[in-house]
């Protein structure tokens, strides 16, 4: 590595200008220990991806990702496509010997997760860093969150509530973008945004689901092709298709240690645009977060005095909470964005001190075996099955 990171972006929907915000503005903010570099984002549409580097600050664009991967002159490579691709793009850029940042779920399959968690753990060995991009763990709130269920301040986790209620599936007309294509997605509400309430629910924890049993249900089974656009902004096209993945997804899980917690991931929510909400009960207290208010943590604490008890709203946007202070004068709120650049700073501090840095490719496997044991005790119509139990 040069003196400074060189990074190469493959892929430009919406995620690319969510790490492309990241990548632009992690290094003005914070003081990062190596410059970081917007080299060249990369797409198939030439035209397209040339308007992406123009209006999101990328030196240069390309449409050949394996090329980019095989130059001297790039040293991460940040993957920002559907998950039908992460597999390839990932383990190729590892062994090329350049450090990667992949977005969630880590992939389509167990399989490929396995052979991505793999490629980085041999790629570790020779001081190249993988990372996903679970972002919501660098949400001030949340981290903040972990920090005090870290220190204690819920007593013995009890109970654990997760869910990611979204609700744009509600209008039929909605086209069918490769989320709602498991060839291209791998599954549906499950692994686009469940896959964050079992990270989120793993990480403030600090335990790991174990065993699930759940199922998943598809309200509406075909909708109209998508014409222009892509992704979330695409617009209807003539003639329908089915939809291969799940709308709604439901289980339980058992934490290693016996803890019970309870998961949602739907987009059919009325109402609810992005509600990522995760609940902590324990014996000293309580600790919920909820994406839609995301400047702010609930702290229920039961040793204080009878008549003092409620859920209190603490504000995280002081200085003294986990990032905030980089930011903005005390009391200003941040946003959805921030967490991009706070990963960008996580992942770029951590490949200077030269440690691993988190989530981990074997993390982001393990929040796909237990998307895949969801699915199987869907399928076998009921029943606890163990995570890992299933290889595909
Ligand atoms: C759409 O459901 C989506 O953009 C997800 O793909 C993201 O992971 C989530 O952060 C927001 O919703």
């Given at each position: 590595m040069s003196g400074t990171l060189r990074v190469a972006m493959i892929g430009h929907g919406f995620m690319g200008a969510a790490h492309s915000q990241g990548w632009r503005t992690a290094q003005r903010v914070f003081d990062l220990p190596v410059e970081t570099e917007m080299a060249v984002i990369v797409g198939r549409n030439a035209e397209g991806v040339a308007d992406a580097a123009a209006k999101w600050g990328w030196a240069e664009s390309a449409t050949d990702w394996r090329e980019v991967i095989a130059?001297?002159?790039?040293?991460l490579v940040d993957i920002v496509t559907p998950g039908d691709s992460h597999a390839e793009i990932a383990i190729a850029a590892l062994e090329a010997g350049k450090h990667v940042l992949c977005e969630k779920p880590l992939a389509n399959t167990v399989a490929e997760a396995e052979a991505m968690a793999d490629a980085a753990a041999r790629a570790a060995a020779r001081g190249i860093r993988a990372m996903v991009g679970f972002t919501y763990r660098r949400v001030p709130a949340v981290t903040f969150l972990r920090d005090l269920i870290a220190q204690g301040a819920v007593g013995r986790i009890a109970q654990v509530r997760a869910s990611y209620r979204q609700d744009w599936l509600v209008d039929p007309d909605m086209p069918l973008g490769w989320r709602l294509q498991k060839e291209h997605a791998g599954s549906g509400a499950l692994g686009d945004i469940g896959a964050h309430a079992i990270d989120l629910a793993q990480f403030v924890t600090g335990m790991q689901l174990e065993r699930v049993s759940g199922v998943v249900d598809t309200i509406v089974k075909q909708r109209p092709l998508q014409g222009a656009g892509s992704g979330l902004s695409g617009t209807a096209a003539e003639g329908f298709g089915e939809v291969s993945v799940d709308d709604i997804a439901i289980f339980t899980g058992r934490f290693a240690g016996g803890v019970l917690g309870s998961f949602e991931a739907t987009r059919?929510?009325?109402?609810?645009?992005?509600a990522l909400s995760i609940e902590v009960s324990g014996d000293k207290g309580a600790l919920a977060f909820d994406l839609e208010d995301l400047n702010s943590l609930r702290f229920y604490d039961r040793t204080a005095p009878n008549q003092l008890q409620g859920f209190t709203k603490i504000l995280v946007t002081e200085p003294e909470h986990p990032y905030v202070a980089a930011w903005w004068p005390a009391g200003h709120t941040l946003g959805y964005e921030h967490g991009f650049s706070h990963q960008v700073k996580d992942l770029v501090e951590a490949i200077d001190a030269g440690i691993d840095p988190h989530p981990s490719f074997a993390e982001g496997l393990q929040v796909q075996r237990v998307l895949a044991a969801v699915e199987q005790s869907s399928e076998r119509d009921s029943g606890w099955v163990g995570v890992g139990e299933r290889t595909l």
């Open positions: 130059r001297d002159d790039i040293d059919f929510a009325t109402g609810r645009k992005n």
